[in-house]
T-cell receptor, first 114, second 112 residues
Framework: GAVVSQHPSWVICKSGTSVKIECRSL??????MFWYRQFPKQSLMLMAT?????????EQGVEKDKFLINHASLTLSTLTVTSAHPEDSSFYIC??????????FGSGTRLTVV | GENVGLHLPTLSVQEGDNSIINCAYS??????FIWYKQESGKGPQFIID?????DKRQGQRVTVLLNKTVKHLSLQIAATQPGDSAVYFC???????????FGTGTRLQVTL
């Protein structure tokens, strides 16, 4: 089955710094990937759609300059949280946008900003 | 926007019993539904899916029922096991760029 690998699994950073999260599709080509954010005891909220070779599409209310998305190849999408603040602390999850595979999800990244 | 919602935030069942997790959706244009299981600190794990042209689909120990008339989706888990303890989410695809909208989630607690 489709496998999505996400790294790192957790990261702690200082306020004001930037953090990059990687999402790789290991056994399929993903022209589209999705980035979600999940706060404790809440559901997944879609942040943006990552499109290979073109600009990402952001959901309403998500700051594109703060959450930079790059999808330079068919197997790699990255999310960079720029100038992170404590309120950005959350669980970030990516998903491979291949309908046949039921939208496989990565293992998630726990970001803690101190 | 429209949301997918769940009625019960927590469901406790005894080991061996059957579990039923419900989900109400509001977007009549949704044509594809998925149930996910999420364990603490992990990403969602695909359980089973169903398309809008079906009303029932079975997997191993799991069954998904879709009632389009009342916009209701359910997940049935047979002979619930301790390893089934997790949060379960329903998700719908409205067909717009393959985006998924997630429900609020139900925590399933399996007691011995």
């Amino acid at each position: 089955g489709a496998v999505v690998s996400q790294h790192p699994s957790w990261v702690i950073c200082k306020s004001g710094t930037s953090v990059k999260i990687e999402c790789r599709s290991l056994d399929f080509q993903a022209t589209t990937m999705f980035w979600y954010r999940q706060f404790p005891k809440q559901s997944l909220m879609l942040m943006a759609t990552s499109n290979e070779g073109s600009k990402a599409t952001y959901e309403q209310g998500v700051e594109k300059d703060k959450f930079l998305i790059n999808h330079a190849s068919l197997t790699l999408s990255t999310l960079t949280v720029t100038s992170a603040h404590p309120e950005d602390s959350s669980f970030y999850i990516c998903s491979g946008g291949v309908e046949f595979y039921g939208y496989t999800f990565g293992s998630g990244t726990r970001l803690t900003v101190v | 926007g429209e949301n997918v919602g769940l009625h019960l935030p927590t469901l406790s069942v005894q080991e061996g019993d059957n579990s039923i997790i419900n989900c109400a959706y509001s977007n009549s244009a949704s044509d594809y539904f998925i149930w996910y299981k999420q364990e603490s600190g992990k990403g969602p794990q695909f359980i089973i899916d169903i398309r809008s042209n079906m009303d029932k689909r079975q997997g191993q120990r799991v069954t998904v029922l879709l009632n389009k008339t009342v916009k209701h989706l359910s997940l049935q888990i047979a002979a619930t096991q301790p390893g089934d303890s997790a949060v379960y989410f329903c998700a719908e695809n409205t067909g717009t760029a393959s985006k998924l909208t997630f429900g609020t989630g139900t925590r399933l607690q399996v007691t011995l």
